[in-house]
C-alpha cells in the first residue's frame, strides 16, 4: 500500500498530471466567469423587452385618461358614461397583453393607494374597487416615497403572491401640473424566470461538455508531444554508462536513435542536448589523445612541401597550386577579363573521427569528402588548402553551371551524412560556400572571403541541427 502511494504521488509530481489539471482549472475559472455574464447579459435583455412592452401598455392607458377629471371620477358615481367608457378602452388594451397581471390606475397617498380604476377582462369589479384605499404590501412600501412624489420607474420584484413580476409606473399630471394618479402596469415574469434558470442550466452543460472534449484533447496532445519525448529521453539517460570512450560513444548513439521531431521546444531542448553530449564527448577523448594528436599533426606539416604542388593524401592540388593558379587570375583580374567562381568546402566533423577512430579513419573521412567534391566539379581544379579545406576554381562550363553544382553538392554531402547505414568515417559532411568574382575585386583572397563568409554561415546551420564535434 505504501509503494502504491509513492506511486500516487510521483503520479501527481508529474506534468502529466499537473498540466491537464492547469487546464482543467483555466477552462473552469473562464466558465465562472464567462457564464454569469452571459446569464446577467441575457437577463437584463429580457428585462428590458419586457419594460418597454410595460412602458407602451402604460402609456396606451395614459392616453385614454382624462388626467382633469380623476377628482370627479373619485367623488362621483363610477357608473357615468365617461368612466365606463374609458373603462372599456383599458379592458381592451389590457388583452393586447397575455403576460399582463395588472392594469391599475391608483392614487398613491401618505399610507396607500386609492384604486381610480380596476379593469378586469369579465367586466366586474373583484377584489378591490375604484374609490377603495388598498394599503401597500412589503414589495411596495419601500418605494412609496417615490410614489407619493409622483415619480416614474420600473420596479422587478419577487412576490409570494404574485411570483416574479415587473411593473412600470407611470405618473399622470393634470393640466395645472398636479399630481392625480399612477398608471400602473404589471407584467408576470415567471415564465421568463424558468426560462432564464434554463438557459443557465443549458449554458453549464455545454460548457461542461466543452471543457471535458478540449480537457481530453489537451491530455493526448500533451502526452504525445511533450510526455512521451521526455519520458523517452530521461529512459535513455537512465541507461547511459561511462566507464569508456566506447560507453561515450554508445550513449551519443543511443540518444540520436531517439530522433525527437515534435518541431517545438521539446525538439530545440533535446537537439541542445545532444550537442552537449557530443561536445563532452569531444573534449572528454581530447584529454586522452592531445598528445598523439600533437605528434600526428607534427608529422604531417612535416611532410608538406612547399614546392609541391600535389597533395600527398588526396592527389587533388593543395596550397602551393591554390596559389599559383591564385596569381593567374590576379592578373586576369587586373585586366578586367576574369570569369570565375570560387567555392569553399570546410569538412565536418574530422575532428570527431580522427579522435574517436584515430587518424587512420581520419585519413579516409578527408578522401571520401574530396571523391565526393570531385565527383561533383569533374570539370575544375580542385585544391587542398588545409587540413579539413578544400577550394574549387570554377570556370568555363562549370562556372556556368556553378549553381546548380553547388546544389548537388550540398546534397550529395547532405544524403551521405544522413545515411545511418554506414560508418561514422563513410558518412561524409561538408559545409560549402561560393562566391563570383565580381567588379571591383582585384584578387582572388576577396573572393575567397566571401566564399569563406558564406561557408561558414552554412556550418552554423549545420551545427545548430545536428550539434557540433569541432
Not at 386609492?114 to 394599503?135: A, I, K, L, Y
Not at 502526452?223 to 566507464?243: E, G, H, K, V
Request: with cysteine; glycine share 6%.
Amino acid at each position: 500500500m505504501a509503494e502504491g502511494f509513492k506511486r500516487l504521488k510521483k503520479e501527481i509530481r508529474s506534468l502529466s498530471f499537473r498540466l491537464p489539471m492547469i487546464f482543467a482549472m483555466s477552462g473552469l475559472v473562464i466558465m465562472l466567469i464567462v457564464v454569469p455574464i452571459v446569464y446577467y447579459w441575457f437577463r437584463d435583455r429580457m428585462i428590458d423587452d419586457y419594460s418597454r412592452m410595460a412602458q407602451g401598455m402604460a402609456r396606451m392607458m395614459a392616453q385614454t385618461l382624462d388626467a382633469d377629471g380623476i377628482d370627479a371620477y373619485l367623488e362621483n358615481d363610477q357608473q357615468t358614461e365617461k368612466y365606463l367608457e374609458i373603462r372599456q378602452r383599458l379592458m381592451d388594451i389590457k388583452k393586447y397583453y397575455p403576460d399582463v397581471i395588472y392594469a391599475h390606475v391608483l392614487r398613491f397617498e401618505r399610507d396607500g393607494a386609492v384604486v381610480v380604476f380596476n379593469p378586469q377582462e369579465t367586466g366586474e369589479w373583484t377584489g378591490d374597487g375604484p374609490g377603495d384605499f388598498r394599503t401597500l404590501d412589503a414589495t411596495y412600501s419601500k418605494y412609496q416615497e417615490k410614489l407619493n412624489a409622483g415619480k416614474e420607474f420600473t420596479l422587478v420584484a419577487d412576490s409570494k403572491n404574485e411570483g416574479y413580476f415587473l411593473t412600470y409606473f407611470l405618473p399622470i399630471f393634470d393640466g395645472k401640473g398636479k399630481y392625480q394618479c399612477h398608471v400602473c402596469a404589471s407584467f408576470s415574469m415567471e415564465n421568463f424566470h424558468v426560462q432564464n434558470l434554463l438557459f443557465l442550466h443549458g449554458m453549464l452543460i455545454v460548457f461542461a461538455v466543452v471543457l471535458t472534449v478540449i480537457l481530453v484533447i489537451d491530455v493526448l496532445l500533451i502526452r504525445r508531444q511533450i510526455i512521451r519525448p521526455l519520458r523517452s529521453m530521461t529512459n535513455c539517460t537512465a541507461n547511459f554508462a561511462y566507464d569508456t570512450e566506447a560507453d561515450r560513444f554508445r550513449n551519443v548513439q543511443t540518444m540520436e536513435e531517439l530522433n525527437v521531431q515534435t518541431h517545438d521546444e521539446i525538439e530545440d531542448l533535446y537537439y541542445q542536448f545532444m550537442s552537449v553530449m557530443k561536445e563532452s564527448l569531444y573534449y572528454m577523448t581530447s584529454l586522452n589523445r592531445a598528445k598523439s594528436d600533437m605528434q600526428e599533426q607534427e608529422e604531417k606539416l612535416g611532410q608538406i612541401s612547399e614546392t609541391a604542388y600535389k597533395d600527398a593524401l588526396t592527389s587533388v592540388g593543395n596550397q602551393a597550386a591554390f596559389n599559383k593558379v591564385s596569381e593567374v587570375l590576379n592578373k586576369a583580374m587586373a585586366e578586367k577579363r576574369a570569369e570565375f567562381a570560387v567555392v569553399m568546402v570546410d569538412v565536418n566533423n574530422l575532428k570527431y573521427v580522427n579522435d574517436t577512430y584515430g587518424h587512420k579513419y581520419g585519413d579516409v573521412y578527408i578522401k571520401g569528402c574530396c571523391n565526393l567534391i570531385c565527383n561533383v566539379y569533374k570539370r575544375s581544379p580542385v585544391y587542398r588548402v588545409g587540413g579539413d579545406e578544400f577550394v574549387v576554381i570554377l570556370r568555363n562550363e562549370d562556372y556556368m553551371s556553378r549553381l546548380l553544382r553547388m546544389t548537388q553538392v550540398r546534397e550529395a554531402f547532405k544524403k551521405s551524412y544522413g545515411n545511418q547505414e554506414k560508418d561514422p568515417w563513410e558518412r561524409f559532411s561538408a559545409s560549402v560556400g561560393m562566391a563570383e568574382c565580381e567588379p571591383g575585386d582585384e584578387t582572388v583572397d576577396q573572393v575567397l572571403k566571401r566564399a569563406d563568409k558564406e561557408m561558414y554561415e552554412h556550418k552554423m546551420e549545420f551545427k545548430k541541427k545536428y550539434g557540433s564535434y569541432r
